[in-house]
Every structure is written in structure tokens, then in C-alpha cells.
């Protein structure tokens, strides 16, 4: 059997992908590390404890990006990410999920498709299944990690933003790959970092209320399209803009940040934004349903030019990221 096009591959990669390093770096956080469901290997999640928990014990379950080919729980941006929650009182939750494009074999017994969507879904769906079973595992064991389960905010990176959005389309819609969540439990919020929604709805619907949401994006993303991209009658990734159109067309409350001249910057933002995290998350808890809808910039989020290239040439060779 063939095996993919090696600038087919390069460009399924690219859809997602957020670039990571692979160096890790001694930071002094320290974390406690479970195994939380066997699949064809085990999948782990590190848990990291502020010194000082916020009163209301909510917890924060991030998903790494990566591209559905890279990354790890424990990277040095998770890290980043984990110390600027817990500095803020969370308990931080910071999960595997399987890299369906890490597979070559699955790549390959796949290569007969026509439509590379059905890759695309394959590697999102693992990747869902997967967030479940560990939201299932941190609700079955909450009195022991000193959280509310009631209070779990849902964030991702990039292709862990593209998880986290999904699981919650997923739920609302009462889709098979969300069924591993606990009977009746919904995130007390969801914060993708550069994320989208894959479905065969043009439209994006939700059949019943997805959670409190604050979707952040560069209209310049190449990597995680900030509008639509898929052909018609097939699978469609939504990014940011059209989950904005989705929610105002069904009346759904939810906050959506824009960044004119930015791309997949946005990916790796969290501990620049953290404030804005904060006061996000600190309204939903008290139960104020709030709208907004902006335009930002922030001197932090500088642009690099590996964030703003398109798929083919992030990965055909012809930039670098600096």
C-alpha cells in the first residue's frame, strides 16, 4: 500500500500544527503524574497544585499543541502555561492525547482515502476521545486533587485548542466521541488558544448550548484557518470567524478576541493573556452571561514570521521559524 505524498503529509501537518520546541528547560515546577486510560500505550496527565488555591477550587485541564504529530503534556510552553494558572490559583491539569499523524502506519493504512479530511477527523477524533476519558478520570477523582468538578475550564494549544473546542461540540451535540464525559457534566468554560471545529455542517450548529467560550485568533492564521477551509459536502474546519457567525446566528454568549495583523502567534499566548483569562473565567463562575466582541493588540504578542506563512511554506522549505 502507498504511503502518502511526502508534500501531501507536509501539508495535512501544517492544518494544525503549532510549532513547539523540543528542548525542556528546569523550571522548579513541580507536578504529581497519573496514568489516566490504556489505549495501545498508557496516557498520562500531570497535575500541577498552586501554593495558594483560589476559594472556588477550579481547575484548569490544558491540551498541548502540536499538529496531531508533535508535542508533549510537559513541554516548556505547558510548563509556562501551568506556572502562570497555578501563580493564579489553579489546579492544573495537563494531559496526553495520541498523535494520530505521529502514526505512520495509521498515515499509510489510510493513504487510500480520496478525501484527507477523513485524516484530519481521524486524528481529531482520537484526540477527543481521548480529553473525555481524562475530564472522566479528573471528575472520578476530584475530592483526591482538591477540586471542583463542576469548575473545569477546558484550554488547548493550536491542535489542543482544535480538541478542546471539538469535545465541547462533541457534547452539545451528543456526538459518540464525547461519551466517555461523566452523565450531564459540561465545562465551566472553554478557552481555545488558535482553534477551530471540524464538521460537515456549513453552517455549525449546537444542539443544545455549548459552554462558555472565549475564542482567540489571528485573522492572519494560515496554520488553523481563521475562517473555513474543506471542500463542499465534506468536512470543513471552522476557525474562530465562523464559530463568531455560528454563536451570533443561534444567540449563543461567548467572547470572541481578534488580532488584526497576527497569525498562529495567538497558539502560545496564555501566560501574556492571563489576566484576561482570569477575569473571563471569574465572570462565568459567578454566573454573568456576558458578550464581547474585539479587536486587540497587545505589545507582547509580537509577529514572527514562521507563525504567518502558509502550510506549503512552513514545511516545503522555504522559511525557517526564527
Not at 488547548?156 to 456526538?175: E, M
Amino acid at each position: 500500500m502507498k504511503s502518502l505524498p511526502r508534500f501531501i503529509l507536509f501539508a495535512i501537518i501544517g492544518t494544525f500544527v503549532c510549532l513547539t520546541a523540543a528542548a525542556q528547560r528546569p523550571d522548579g515546577l513541580k507536578c504529581d503524574t497519573y496514568k489516566f486510560v490504556e489505549r495501545d500505550s498508557s496516557l498520562y496527565l500531570d497535575v500541577y497544585k498552586p501554593d495558594v488555591p483560589r476559594s472556588d477550587n477550579a481547575a484548569v485541564l490544558m491540551a498541548f499543541g502540536g499538529g496531531f504529530l508533535s508535542g508533549e503534556r510537559n513541554n516548556y510552553i505547558m510548563k509556562d502555561w501551568a506556572r502562570a494558572l497555578t501563580d493564579h490559583g489553579f489546579t492544573v491539569i495537563s494531559i496526553d492525547y495520541r498523535l494520530g499523524f505521529k502514526d505512520s502506519a495509521m498515515v499509510a493504512s489510510h493513504s487510500k482515502l480520496l478525501k484527507l479530511p477523513d485524516l484530519f477527523k481521524y486524528c481529531i477524533d482520537i484526540a477527543v476521545e481521548d480529553c473525555a476519558a481524562a475530564v472522566s478520570w479528573v471528575h472520578s477523582n476530584a475530592g483526591m486533587l482538591g477540586i471542583d468538578p463542576s469548575r473545569i475550564i477546558l484550554t488547548g494549544s493550536s491542535a489542543g485548542a482544535i480538541t478542546v473546542l471539538q469535545l465541547d461540540y462533541c457534547r452539545a451535540n451528543s456526538l459518540s466521541q464525547a461519551s466517555a464525559l461523566p452523565p450531564g457534566w459540561k465545562p465551566a468554560a472553554v478557552i481555545p488558544y488558535s482553534g477551530g471545529v471540524m464538521c460537515k455542517d456549513s453552517k455549525l450548529k449546537y444542539a443544545t448550548e455549548p459552554a462558555p467560550t472565549m475564542l482567540m485568533h489571528g485573522k492572519k492564521d494560515k496554520i488553523v484557518t481563521y475562517k473555513s477551509i474543506g471542500l463542499p459536502f465534506d468536512e470543513k474546519m471552522h476557525g474562530g470567524k465562523k464559530m463568531d457567525k455560528a454563536m451570533n446566528r443561534q444567540d449563543i454568549p461567548h467572547w470572541f478576541i481578534r488580532f488584526e495583523g497576527i497569525g498562529h502567534e495567538v497558539a502560545n499566548w496564555l501566560p501574556g493573556s492571563i489576566d484576561l483569562f482570569c477575569t473571563f473565567v471569574d465572570l462565568t463562575l459567578a454566573g454573568r452571561i456576558t458578550t464581547l466582541d474585539a479587536t486587540m493588540t497587545d505589545s507582547e504578542l509580537k509577529p514572527a514570521a514562521w507563525a504567518q506563512m502558509s502550510m506549503l511554506q512552513l514545511y516545503g522549505g522555504k522559511g525557517k521559524r526564527k
